[in-house]
């Protein structure tokens, strides 16, 4: 019986010790949320109200939306997804870069989202881009099924983003990259809020606590930089 009570106990303290991480604050950022995880306070989800945002034709000077796919890497046949599509910005040039063999999975949370990227893809007759409803913990995506994943501008305000990158991590293949692209917060000439923007120091405490190895970081876009990791082996 004694043995029985130490490994329950030892269970209770393994699954409370993996989510201690998160902490709410009354004193907080007001853009941000007042839940902090490993110290970073979580951002406020940008609403489907806000899509005409996404598709100002400023963000092609801003984010250089090309140049940042061509740096993913993707190859023809590649299976990827695009976690926070939004609108589909990037879910298109994505499946561009896959061809029609390939396909891209365009993940959100929010269905209004989902039907304006339906819209948009059908404007520009894409077809291998998947819509998929995802929940504020799960992307809802078959185990060992991606070469990549991208997160542009979305990690930062992922409420659970323990849970998301574990669930990540279960949809990649073994050779699969998981690729943030976030504001840089070491950069005060940045003209965002500090809540959204993420330092590359942070970035790879999150993913590297959460089972992934960085394998770099690439800073040639305006004003984010581009950090790539792939599951720990």
Do not use: C
């Amino acid at each position: 019986m004694t043995n029985l009570w130490t490994f329950a106990l030892l269970l209770f303290a393994g699954m409370a010790s993996s989510f201690a991480q998160y902490e709410t604050r009354t004193d907080h950022d007001p853009d941000g949320i007042g839940k902090f995880y490993m110290g970073r306070e979580i951002a406020h989800v940008m609403g489907h109200q806000g899509a005409d945002w996404l598709e100002r034709p400023e963000r092609e000077v801003e984010e250089k939306p090309d140049l940042l796919v061509e740096n993913l890497g993707l190859k023809p046949g590649d299976h990827a997804a695009d976690l926070g599509a939004g609108t589909g910005y990037f879910s298109w040039r994505m499946a561009k870069a896959v061809g029609p063999k390939g396909r891209v999975h365009a993940i959100e949370i929010q269905q209004e989202m989902l039907d304006l990227l339906q819209r948009n893809m059908k404007q520009r007759g894409v077809t291998n881009v998947v819509s998929a409803l995802g929940t504020i913990t799960n992307i809802n995506i078959p185990r060992n099924s991606l070469d990549l994943l991208l997160m542009v501008d979305v990690y930062h305000e992922v409420s659970h983003p323990q849970e998301i990158l574990r669930s990540i991590h279960a949809a990649l293949k073994p050779t699969g990259k998981l690729v943030f692209v976030e504001y840089r917060k070491e950069d005060p000439r940045v003209p965002i809020k500090e809540v959204h923007k993420m330092s590359e120091a942070q970035v790879r405490k999150e993913a590297e606590a959460n089972g992934f190895k960085w394998i770099k970081t690439v800073s040639a876009l305006p004003r984010q930089h581009m950090i790539f990791f792939e599951p720990k082996k």
